[in-house]
């Protein structure tokens, strides 16, 4: 029998007032604690989609449009640009490289997008079979897009138009699937990917559809097609970080073209939702404040009850500072085993949530062990412990025997 | 031994309270009879070392208590001295046997399990070690408090009205078992009482 042992059997054996200061803990701790892990999530996800792509151009719109219906594909796009137009870009000295990107067509909701095989480099994708397309509609399928449809190689399917589900279907046309990636837990997950020219083969048969059958045309429509081909959007790396200063403003003040930067937009949309984040937090803060409260009431209450108590350890040979150490750990234990269970609590809500809402969705590893920001959920836990048990500190130190043991 | 000169003492500086001068050898017992507001708790307060005498001093087996510093005369207190109270006290959430070896590691003695067991079951606890002091009837807490005095071999038993509230069977048993645990250590006993009842079992006797 010790001190410390002492402090657990009083929490223990007050098991209401004590579960009551553990839950409002672990609801204060576990709240924070799981926007932390969120915003995190998000953010990590948003800047690893937008990793090196340094500027997007597109249609006039609106430039998170641009980047939301480019980037991670979950908006339309702003609209098509001329093809030829993009190609003085790509000439510019502080171009590094480009990624073309169209798209239009859906496979059960699925984005088909045409593009270069650059594309799944940029996400570091790898093929789990198969292989990459080498001419126009060979697709090759993302990880979440291919088990969901049941996309095997070999398989043929008809794209069906427009970026929701239920559009009319291009018939005349089929893919054929000649490769699956491996999950990436990106965008990319949920792409079908193409060549450009499989994107326009579809379109402009679609138009002209009584002139498929005319070999000689067919040749013409295509070179035609050449000249006013258009595409959605163009990924552009930089050569130097002087791109960012030059190249969009140049291209949003002397073309036709919209230039966004992602990570501009991206900022500015974590700002937004951030906001919002905050507001959670402060709630969560105050109900740390009163989680620290009902420690500090409970500590109270039981000193009350337990004063002739301590007035007895000290006849027993208990001096003051273990009888503080008694009252300062029960305070502190209430607090840290709250946090625990909060950060604890966090982890378990956000593994439901990924197993119900998106079994295709995986967590980073990284999120189920402690990030930075939630180092900081302990010292303030501990303090807020620590000024709870300030006050009942404070009398147990001061405890007047004499006094407490004639009254009873 | 336990010797005390002249002690006074006053709560607030109008009413002093005087008591006679007492020296006790090892293994005596002293009954000190008073009426209620006469000071008893006072002194024995005073020779637990928990009040200040505004005057004179106590002296227990030579030390004397204004030389401790106050918390060396905690620890002092908790080898050397065991209490009794009227009204039975103990650490509520903790078994009649934790409360013992509580009351060992505070005092800094070893927490001799076997030990705390042997004289539970001697003074007829044996079959309570594991109970909670609430479970316990009011005889059998006032016995389970006598263990809690005596298991760390004090030199000096101090006794605040033990039996004042128990009848006379109860009584009776616990002003025996109180001189048989003082004599099986050698302590001194000292019963601080205006019950009557225990006048004729102790041959040498105080009044306030």
Request: net charge neutral; aromatic share 6%.
């Amino acid at each position: 029998m010790n001190i410390r042992q002492l402090s657990w059997r009083n929490l223990i054996s007050n098991p209401l007032s004590t579960i009551l200061c553990l839950l409002l803990m672990t609801l204060g701790v576990g709240i924070i604690s799981l926007v932390l892990l969120l915003n995190n999530e998000v953010e990590q996800q948003l800047q690893k989609n937008v990793k090196g792509i340094d500027m997007v151009v597109g249609a006039k719109g609106s430039p998170l449009q641009l980047i939301l219906s480019t980037v991670y594909h979950i908006d339309n796009p702003t609209g098509n640009i001329p093809l030829k137009e993009v190609a003085k870009l790509k000439k510019n000295s502080m171009v590094k490289s480009t990624i073309p990107l169209s798209f239009g067509d859906t496979y059960n909701g699925f984005r088909i997008v045409g593009t270069t095989h650059a594309y799944i480099e940029l996400f570091q994708a790898s093929l789990k079979e198969g292989e990459l397309w080498s001419q126009a509609l060979e697709v090759v399928v993302g990880s979440t897009a291919a088990q969901i449809n049941d996309l095997k190689v070999g398989d043929t399917f008809h794209g069906s138009h427009g970026l929701i589900e239920g559009g009319v279907v291009h018939d005349q046309f089929s893919y054929n699937v000649v490769g699956i990636l491996d999950h990436c837990n990106s965008t990319i997950d949920k792409l079908i990917l193409s060549n450009t020219e499989s994107i326009w083969k579809v379109h402009g048969h679609d138009s002209d559809d009584h002139e498929c059958s005319d070999p000689d045309h067919h040749h013409e429509h295509d070179s035609h097609q050449e000249e006013n081909a258009m595409i959605t959007a163009l990924l552009v790396k930089f050569k130097s970080p002087m791109g960012f200063l030059q190249l969009p403003r140049k291209v949003n003040e002397t073309t036709n073209l919209q230039a966004a930067v992602p990570r501009f937009e991206i900022n500015r949309l974590i700002g937004l939702l951030g906001f919002g984040a905050q507001t959670i937090k402060m709630i969560a803060i105050i109900i740390m404040v009163v989680s620290g409260l009902s420690i500090f009431i409970s500590l109270f209450n039981s000193l009350k009850k337990r004063r002739y108590e301590l007035a007895l350890m000290r006849v027993h040979g208990a001096s003051r500072w273990q009888l503080v150490k008694l009252v300062l750990l029960e305070g502190l234990l209430l607090s840290v085993f709250g946090t625990l269970f909060g950060v604890i609590i966090s982890r378990l809500t956000l593994f439901a949530v990924s197993f119900f809402i998106d079994a295709n969705y995986s967590f980073d590893a990284l999120s189920f062990s402690l990030i930075n920001e939630e180092l900081w959920l302990f010292p303030i836990s501990l303090f807020i412990g620590l000024l709870a048990s300030l006050i009942p500190t404070i009398q147990t130190y001061n405890i007047n025997i004499p006094k407490t043991l004639s009254n009873e | 031994m336990l010797k005390t000169q002249s002690i006074a003492f006053t709560y607030d500086g109008s009413h002093q309270f005087r008591f006679p001068d007492i020296q006790l050898q090892k293994g005596e017992n002293l009954l000190v009879l008073g009426e209620s507001g006469i000071g008893k708790t006072t002194l024995i307060q005073i020779l637990a070392g928990l009040l200040h005498p505004m005057q004179g001093s106590v002296e227990l087996n030579g030390t004397n208590f204004q030389d401790l510093s106050s918390k060396n005369l905690d620890l002092f207190r908790g080898k050397h001295i065991g209490m009794v109270f009227q009204r039975p006290h103990f650490v509520r959430n903790l078994s009649i046997l934790d409360n013992l070896l509580l009351s060992l590691y505070l005092s800094k003695n070893k927490q001799d399990k076997k030990r705390a067991t042997q004289l539970l079951e001697q003074i007829g606890l044996g079959d309570k070690l594991d109970s909670k002091p609430d479970q316990l009837s009011q005889g059998e807490q006032q016995r389970a408090s006598i263990a809690l005095a005596v298991i760390k071999n004090p030199d000096l038993i101090l006794a605040d009205e033990p039996t004042s509230s128990l009848d006379d069977t109860n009584c009776q048993k616990i002003a025996n078992l109180l001189k048989e645990q003082a004599a099986s250590t050698n302590a001194q006993l000292i019963i601080i009482t205006h019950d009557q009842r225990l006048k004729s079992q102790f041959n040498k006797s105080i009044t306030l």
